[in-house]
């Protein structure tokens, strides 16, 4: 045994490479088990003369330190490796599929529905093909009242060639699954009514023949106005920040008595005045009131038991200020230029 030999055992070792557990194994043995290399050249130790023993000594101990630093990076690099293997999905295909995206007005109403959940409220759906009765006649439109007007119909034909309009319509909005909930159940009624609602208008930026609603009926005893006002107030601070106020201005529903607007302070200028708001700080997102008495009498509901509030809001009004869209139409047109900026929601 002599130094170059120690030396040139070093340069081995540093070279050393095991690709398998088996691999690892047989270099263990090569040179760091009992019979192995650096074992047999501490037993020539022995041989070697006094005076070079010291420096022998330290060269050996370094070896075995080396020899054993490199097993051990070798097999944390293959421990490395299998486990890397063992995370790769085979089934996955070699293409990377194109996911689409949820749709802003689905994202925006599942919120919605999510905030007053948190509130008792549940959802309610039902048909868009209504008859006049539940869009209109239990919601205290009275028959040729100029009521009707405020919401231009799309009546569907019976048959063939009658122009005359008909029972049978396409539903002005989903107070109509409100009539339908009202007529089945007693209160407390806490629902939620989502959904497609159609008008007969012409298409520009700012409307369109269909939008989407979501509204909302309570009814219990000792039902109040101030009750609707925190319930409304609470989904405005939830839906568009802590900051944001709201104010109600009175209005006219058949359905309701009080009536209102609901306006939110502008949350694109925060309330300053800008273009969207008309510089006027506010802008209106929903119409609501209490239950008119009659509807609820209309509904087989004892209106001097119970009262209840309702609310009615555009989708794509919410959409609109929650994401800045200026155009209705890009809601409809699925242009996935459009819809792909929501893919992060
Ligand atoms: N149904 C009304 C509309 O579509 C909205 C509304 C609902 C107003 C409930 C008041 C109460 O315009």
């Not at 209106?284 to 209490?290: N, R």
Request: net charge negative; glycine share 6%.
């Amino acid at each position: 045994m002599n130094i170059d030999n120690i030396q040139a055992i070093a340069e081995d070792i540093k070279r050393m490479q095991a690709a398998s557990p088996e691999e690892l194994e047989q270099l263990r043995l090569k040179y760091l088990s009992k019979k192995g290399v650096i074992a047999s050249l501490f037993g020539a130790f022995r041989d070697v003369a006094a005076e070079q023993k010291k420096e022998f000594g330290q060269k050996l101990n370094l070896l075995k330190q080396q020899a054993q630093e490199r097993f051990d990076q070798l097999k944390e690099e293959i421990e490395a490796q299998k486990e890397k293997a063992e995370k790769q999905d085979l089934t996955r295909t070699c293409d990377s599929i194109a996911l689409g995206t949820r749709h802003p007005l689905s994202l925006v109403k599942e919120e919605i529905i999510n905030i007053f959940s948190r509130i008792g409220f549940t959802v309610a759906e039902g048909p868009e093909v209504e008859d006049d009765k539940h869009v209109f006649g239990m919601l205290n439109f009275a028959p040729e009242h100029p009521a009707r007007d405020m919401q231009d119909t799309f009546f569907i034909e019976k048959e063939k060639g009658i122009q005359k309009p008909t029972d049978i319509l396409l539903r002005t909005h989903t107070s109509s699954v409100q009539t339908r909930v009202m007529t089945t159940q007693q209160p407390p009624i806490r629902v939620l009514c989502p959904g497609r609602v159609y008008r007969n208008e012409a298409i520009s930026a700012r409307a369109h023949c269909f939008f989407h609603q979501v509204e909302g009926l309570y009814i219990d005893k000792n039902v109040s106005f101030a009750d609707l006002r925190q319930a409304l107030l609470y989904f405005a601070k939830e839906m568009f920040g802590e900051n944001t106020k709201i104010r109600l201005r009175p209005s006219y529903f058949p359905f309701t008595e009080p009536s209102a607007e609901m306006d939110i302070s502008c949350n694109i200028c925060g309330g300053t005045g800008c273009g969207f708001c008309k510089q006027t700080g506010w802008v209106e997102i929903l119409g609501c009131g209490m239950v008119d008495p009659n509807v609820l009498e209309s509904c087989g509901i004892d209106s001097k038991v119970y009262s209840g509030f309702a609310f009615g809001m555009g989708v794509e009004r919410i959409a609109n200020l929650k994401y800045s869209v200026k155009d209705l139409r890009l809601f409809s047109e699925n242009d996935v230029r459009f819809l792909e900026q929501f893919e992060a929601c």
